[in-house]
């Protein structure tokens, strides 16, 4: 039986996905704590890092247009509302990052591309956190 599209977007889940919860999981192996979905700050950041002022942004490719990336895929069908949806979506995300600049936070957005891969995942993020000046607790072996 075929899943309708309206089916199909209401699994779409907006906080805990798979990218978000890779990134959450990385951090915290790192020693880092940190609040989730701060609905008082513009754009309501995934991850906020409030001892540095880091806001962190897990973008969808889809969603956020990544660009050069294979996942953010143009959609071939109504394009009457995706074309305006997607554009809507990037002018949002800039809007929001220069609220949050204005108040003094550091950005960093984290693609769901490269949360795929725990290598590229750990580069970005350790030059996010490197760039903010946070610091990251020695790992311990055990």
Known sequence: MAVSRSENMSRIRRRDTAP???VRRWLHAQGLRFRLDRGDLPGRPDIVLP???LAIFVHGCFWHQHP??????????N??????????????????????????WEVGVIWECRTRN????????????????VRIAPTRHR
């Open 79 to 104: 394009l009457a509302y995706w074309t305006p949806k997607l554009a809507g979506n990037k002018t949002r995300d800039r809007r929001n990052v220069r609220a949050l600049k204005a108040r003094g």
């Open 118 to 133: 725990p290598d590229h995942l750990a580069e970005d993020a350790g030059a996010l956190l490197k760039r903010t000046g």
């Open 20 to 22: 978000e919860l890779k």
């Open 51 to 53: 001892k540095w002022n």
């Open 68 to 77: 050069r990336c294979r996942l953010a895929s143009r959609p071939k069908t």
